[in-house]
């Protein structure tokens, strides 16, 4: 039936064009895939529009024409072909699981990819041996080859089941794409230790934006493997990721300390991460903090009953404090010398006496505790709001600057609306090779405002318009240039929101003729991701054969 109609589809457009009538471009892509669509499906059906046109964050929404669900990236291939060879050049964006902020996976009058099923296809097509773990001498390790919309949470579920192993580098919410935090980064408190999951990939089949299917490591067409890992979706759509593994620890012992200093606070994630001991912490991170409302800040949901905040620490202490992140991995083995080993390490350190709190937990449930909250937050309705993100990378050598004019300039005490995390990485641990632009420095600190816009909130300095408005005094605040490109204070965006081309020029700096003669090659005519607003001129024209 489906072949049926796209023929017919194929008779229409055949008429239409021998008569010099306009062909709707829906129909001419269904006509272009008739041959080599596999068993994708195009979908123009209202409730597949809709779910495309919108994301995460509730900012912006941009209507495509059709929504794609591949089956396999032979699927994907044929979408991006037929829309390289449209007369008109007619954009795609692959989309994953939906959580971009700023509209970065919408195509307004494109064709969106959904990526979010087809790896269940992709995976029986492959047969077993290619979906589980596999170990390489030649690496010195397992992997696993996975599907570019597959989550992570699976990921992480299925490598554990299949020889208890895990991915090395985490985000901090796992239900997001593989094929959206590569383009991207990848990080949490792991990244100083590990890096930043674009670190830990040993291998990409990317469909460019010439419909070509393209398999690229370190070893085999590197340019387009390392311009692909952090590249925004402007080279192609990864439809298999090559992951190392490791053993996954059983357990962990999560530790938080509040500090009132903040030179404290950041000197002790310094040393903390330049540990190269056999057994330094597995996870830094921080965030800041209302002294006040530290018991109603979300993230404060570890201050159970069972662990009570001992308010007596902190009657001195008023305005913005910190909160050092910190766990331990153990298992059977180590279970015995993870307290001596905790204790010695916390030793070292400036925190605030008395402010020192610990559970243990399943390695899986730290993991994939945002999600709990995630879960708390829908039941209060609290999730599907708009979301005026804002992630920065800041230079260490600047990070107290930061304090001074941001949280305790631009924020004051107020830090409601969502956590704002903070910690330090370093930036050995980063390919260069990579698309993903960092200040240049060997320490960086990725400063993250995470908050949420409630309607109808009470405190107006929750509304959209009050956090948007303050993202951009701080974004002011980092740019002394005029442009926010965040050259004043050494800064960059990570998932970055540029409005025009000459910001993005001055956020990829001297790397930016790289990156454009790499969309130049692999996307010639711009039709990848045009969301992110990078490359803003119009798809040429073909030329005439």
């Known amino acids: 039936m489906a072949r049926c109609l796209v023929f017919m589809v194929f008779l229409i457009y055949c008429l239409m064009s021998t008569v010099g009538l306009p062909v709707d471009p829906a129909d001419e892509v269904a006509m272009r895939l008739g041959g080599g669509g596999g068993g994708g499906r195009l979908s123009v059906e209202p409730s597949d ?81 290619g979906t589980l773990p596999v170990y390489s001498a030649a690496l010195g390790g397992h992997y696993i080859d996975v599907w570019g919309g597959e989550l992570w949470i699976d990921v992480l579920n299925r490598t554990l089941a299949h020889g208890g192993l895990a991915p090395r580098s985490w985000t901090d919410y796992l239900y997001l794409s ?103 912490f597995d996870y830094v991170e921080g965030f800041v903090v209302a002294a006040e409302g530290l018991i109603n800040n979300w993230r404060s949901s570890f201050f159970s009953p069972q662990n009570p905040v001992k308010l007596s620490s902190l009657k001195h202490h008023s305005g913005v404090l910190y909160c050092l992140e910190v766990t331990k991995n153990y298992d059977d083995s180590t279970a015995g010398t993870v307290d001596q080993e905790v204790e010695a390490l916390l030793g070292e350190l400036s925190f605030i006496p008395g402010t020192v709190f610990t559970t243990d937990l399943p390695y899986v449930d730290f993991l994939d505790r945002v999600h709990m909250a995630e879960l708390k937050l829908r039941d209060k309705g609290m999730w599907e ?6 992630n920065l990378f800041v230079p260490a050598s600047r990070i107290a600057d930061f304090d001074r004019g941001v949280f ?78 965040l050259a004043g204070i050494g800064a960059k965006q990570y998932l970055p929101n540029h409005k025009e081309q000459r910001e993005w020029e001055a956020h990829f700096g001297d790397r ?34």
């Open 49 to 129: 529009v809709m779910e495309a046109s919108r994301d995460f964050g509730r900012l912006k929404q941009g209507e495509p024409m059709a929504v794609f669900h591949p089956r396999g990236d032979g699927d994907v291939a044929a979408l991006v072909r037929a829309a390289y060879g449209s007369e008109r050049g007619i954009r795609v964006s692959a989309r994953g699981h939906g959580h971009s902020i700023s509209g970065q996976a919408q195509v307004p009058g494109g064709v969106v990819v959904d990526m979010s099923h087809g790896w269940r296809a992709e995976a029986a097509r492959r047969a077993a041996p």
């Open 178 to 280: 593989v094929g959206g935090t590569l383009s991207n980064a990848g990080i949490s408190g792991q990244t100083f230790h590990h890096g930043p999951q674009i670190s830990n990939v040993y291998e990409l089949d990317v469909v460019t934006g010439k419909g070509e299917v393209v398999t690229c490591s370190e070893a085999i067409n590197p340019d387009l493997f390392f311009g692909a890992l952090g590249g925004l979706g402007q080279l192609g759509i990864i439809t298999r990721a090559r992951i190392a593994l490791e053993l996954a620890p059983h357990r962990v012992r999560w530790i938080r300390a509040l500090y009132s200093n903040f030179t404290e606070f950041t000197a002790d994630q310094e040393r903390l991460i330049a540990l190269h001991g056999s057994r330094p």
């Open 512 to 545: 930016w003729a790289r990156f454009a003669r790499l969309k130049a090659e692999f996307d010639p005519r711009a039709l990848l991701a045009t969301g992110q607003g990078i490359f803003h001129h119009s798809p040429p024209l073909l030329a005439e054969s």
């Open 385 to 390: 709001v708009p979301h005026p993100w804002l």
């Open 408 to 485: 305790r300039g631009v924020l004051g005490s107020r830090t409601a609306g969502g956590p704002i995390l903070i910690y330090p990485m370093n930036k050995q641990k980063w390919d260069p090779r990579s698309s993903v632009v960092t200040p240049e420095e060997d320490v960086f600190y990725l400063v993250a405002f995470l908050r949420s816009a409630v309607p109808g909130a009470a405190d107006p300095a929750q509304s959209l318009e009050a956090l948007a408005r303050q993202n951009l005094e701080i974004l002011g605040f980092c740019d002394e240039a005029g442009i926010r490109a």
